[in-house]
C-alpha cells in the first residue's frame, strides 16, 4: 500500500520547486501582460459603427532590450469596426523612446509614431484581447539600426573621435595601400 506520507527522497523537493517556479513565471507574466480587451459581441450589434478605444501601456509591461527604454508610457489608440466576420482595426500607437544611436552611439530620444491598420477574423467570438496586436506592431516597428539624424557620420574606426563634432586626422590617411604605393612612386 502506498501511504501519503512514503513520498520518495526528493520528490517532495522537486514539486516545491515546481511550485516555487510556477509562482515566479505566474508573477512574471502577471506584470508582462497588458490587456486590450475589445467587446466584440458589442460591435456585432452595430455593424459598421467604429468604436474608439485608448490604452496605456507602461514599460515595465513590456520586453525592451537594454539600449532601449520608454520616456513615456506607450499610447494606443484604436478604431475598431466589425464587419462580415471581421474585426476592421485602425490604431496609432506613441510613445517616447531613449535609443542609442548606432553609428556614433550617443543617447537620443526619438518620437516614437506608428500607425496600421489590420483585419482580423472573429467569426465565433465574443471579446478579443488586442494587446497581442500592439505588441507586434510595436516590436516591429522599433529600429533595427538607430540614428540620432539620417546624417550622422558615426566614430572614426582608428581613434574614436565623433566625426559629428570634429574631423580627425587619421580618418584623412584612409587610403588605398595600392594608391599609397603609387603615391610612393610618384615621389
Ligand atoms: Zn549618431
Ligand atoms: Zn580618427
Not at 105 to 111: E, G, Q, R, T
Request: charged share 25%; hydrophobic share 40%.
Amino acid at each position: 500500500m502506498i501511504s501519503g506520507r512514503s513520498l520518495p527522497a526528493g520528490l517532495g523537493k522537486m514539486l516545491t520547486m515546481q511550485i516555487f517556479t510556477y509562482i515566479i513565471n505566474f508573477s512574471a507574466s502577471e506584470v508582462r501582460i497588458f490587456s486590450m480587451k475589445i467587446d466584440i459581441a458589442a460591435l456585432k450589434k452595430e455593424p459598421g459603427r467604429p468604436f474608439t478605444y485608448d490604452f496605456t501601456v507602461d514599460a515595465s509591461q513590456l520586453e525592451l532590450d537594454a539600449d532601449t527604454e520608454l520616456l513615456s508610457p506607450l499610447s494606443v489608440h484604436l478604431i475598431a469596426v466589425y464587419q462580415d466576420g471581421k474585426l476592421v482595426v485602425n490604431g496609432k500607437l506613441s510613445t517616447k523612446i531613449k535609443l542609442v544611436c548606432s553609428r556614433c552611439l550617443k543617447i537620443f530620444a526619438h518620437d516614437f509614431v506608428e500607425e496600421f491598420a489590420e483585419e482580423i477574423d472573429i467569426s465565433g467570438e465574443t471579446e478579443q484581447d488586442l494587446s497581442w496586436l500592439a505588441r507586434e506592431i510595436f516590436y516591429t516597428a522599433l529600429p533595427l539600426k538607430p540614428l540620432c539624424k539620417a546624417t550622422c557620420r558615426g566614430l572614426c574606426e582608428t581613434c574614436g573621435a565623433d566625426l559629428n563634432e570634429k574631423q580627425c586626422d587619421c580618418a584623412k590617411d584612409k587610403t588605398d595601400p595600392r594608391w599609397a604605393v603609387l603615391g610612393q612612386l610618384l615621389k
